[in-house]
């Protein structure tokens, strides 16, 4: 391993950029390896979940660029510095960094000073020396901001190349200005809404751009009610946007009518869409919007409030492509009155247009024909990876007898038909079996990849279960057996 190729080593290592245990643990090993990590390290140093406050290398080799002038300013103001003593550098790291992170940088300099006034100076150094150094700025996390970068005299050669923005709603709309008069070729946008209120600056800055491909939204306050609506500008640039974009993900906590007009106008313009998620879709209940909803690159389709028969239009108006389609179980139950057909439509339409689906979460109802249909899926959909399940049927009159008997029918459909590549089960709601048809199970799983499973019945924590789970677990059968919350269990992010 140790005699590898460079090119071959930095293929592996580039796998391995967000682990930065074994990054750290490979610059040990030689000086080849040690010469392949750092640059892929300090790509983004700031990235990796370590406690920044306590790394004084990092701080000590970013102030060791400073010129012996501005260290000696620097120090007259009272801000402690590395020794002059400090060794040269193995590698010139700035010159491998790609982006910058304003909190972490915050956290370093506070290193240097306790007081915020050196701290703010020694920021202001840090970030001119940045873009002196950098060759390109591809990602800037500029939460918590309080510099105006866009003026420092190298910025606009480092800001042109950006392709990925970290914001909030917070930092004031001069400084997305500034950068709308830079940056207009950025790819992925993200922002946290933590001031519910108007951001011109933002709506600014979409209105620039020429390549928006990813554009994420979460709201992030805990204001019950507002007068200014701090959405409609942003999204009006946005859907301007909406046929270059690939990604869409949003998550609001409070949207009004206008606000939904809005995205209707948007959703039917995706015409290039590979990931929607979204929790508000509740609004689009008639079959000629749905009908508009066609999206041919469509692969991640993650939506709240959207119940199985509307899914199933927008899965068969897709292109064959979905890799994922990750519903809330408690949506699905929109329509009581057509569940039966609505539940058994939409497992056809599953296996009739997503052959690569990886991850799904399917109602299953207690009929011969669902069972027909879900053990015709998983013969089908043979990536499949994760699977939630609900087979909660409380507005269906079944006996104690006849809910463990479908249960047991369903873990015999998952022995016979499941995919090679099924690691994960998840029973969304409360799926007991007994212990002797959970051991049948195990036995008959075995041979095949180990698999997790995720419940919400606490049955499964009672000691005869535990030893039983504990069995599998060290043979190899299970590789996790976990009783969680719905809400964890749903989750399928």
Not at 249 to 262: E, K
Not at 334 to 362: A, G, Q, R, T, V
Not at 408 to 432: M, T, V, W
Request: glycine share 2%.
């Amino acid at each position: 391993m140790a005699k590898l190729n460079k090119d071959i080593l930095l293929l592996i290592f580039e796998e391995l950029q967000v682990d930065s245990k074994s990054l750290f643990s490979c610059l040990m090993v030689n000086k080849i390896w040690c010469e392949t990590v750092i640059p892929i390290l300090w790509r983004n140093p700031w990235c990796y979940d370590i406690k920044y406050s306590n790394k004084n290398y990092l701080f000590m080799i970013i102030a060791s660029y400073l010129s012996d002038d501005i260290k000696e300013f620097l120090t007259r103001q009272g801000i402690q510095l590395p020794s002059v003593s400090f060794q040269p550098l193995l590698f010139d790291y700035l010159s491998f960094c790609r982006s910058i992170n304003v909190k972490t940088l915050n956290t370093i300099t506070s290193i240097g000073s306790s007081l915020a006034y050196n701290q703010f100076l020694l920021q202001q150094e840090f970030y001119c020396l940045f873009m002196k150094k950098f060759p390109e700025l591809k990602c800037l996390d500029m939460n918590l901001i309080k510099h105006q970068i866009f003026y420092i005299p190298e910025a606009k050669n480092r800001l042109e190349s950006l392709c990925e923005l970290k914001c909030d709603t917070s930092i004031d709309p001069s400084y997305f200005y500034g950068l709308a008069s830079i940056c207009q070729y950025i790819q992925r946008l993200i922002i946290v809404n933590v001031v519910p209120k108007p951001n011109s600056g933002i709506a600014k800055l979409i209105e620039v751009q020429k390549n928006l491909k990813y554009f994420e939204w979460t709201d992030d306050f805990e204001i019950d009610y507002f007068t200014d609506d701090p959405y409609k500008e942003t999204f009006l640039e946005l859907e301007k946007k909406a046929g270059f974009l690939n990604h869409l993900i949003l998550f609001f906590l409070h949207v009004n009518n206008s606000d939904y007009a809005t995205m209707q106008r948007l959703l039917p313009k995706l015409h290039n869409i590979k990931t929607l998620k979204t929790n508000e879709f509740d609004f689009i209940d008639e079959r000629n919007i749905l009908d508009t909803l066609v999206y041919k690159d469509l692969e991640i389709l993650n939506i709240d409030y959207l119940s199985i028969g509307e899914t199933s239009i927008i899965i068969e108006n897709s292109g064959g492509h979905l890799k994922e389609v990750s519903l809330k179980p408690l949506d699905y139950l929109h329509d009581l009155d057509n569940f039966s057909y609505e539940s058994l439509i939409f497992i056809c339409k599953i296996y009739e247009n997503c052959p690569l689906i990886e991850y799904l979460s399917l109602a299953l109802m207690p009929s011969k024909n669902h069972f027909i249909e879900f053990e015709k899926l998983l013969q089908v959909c043979q990536n499949l990876k994760s699977l939630l399940l609900i087979t909660s049927n409380s507005y269906i009159f079944e006996t104690e007898e006849e809910i463990l008997e479908n249960r047991k029918e369903i873990l015999k459909i998952l022995i016979k038909s499941a995919p090679i590549n099924l690691r994960e089960i998840r029973f969304f709601d409360e799926f007991n079996v007994s212990l002797e048809v959970l051991e049948e199970f195990f036995e008959k799983w075995r041979g095949r990849p180990a698999l997790s499973i995720l419940t919400s019945n606490s049955i499964y924590k009672e000691e005869d279960y535990k030893n039983l789970i504990d069995k599998y677990k060290n043979n190899g059968v299970i590789k996790s057996f976990k009783c969680e919350s719905e809400e964890y269990v749903e989750d399928m992010n």
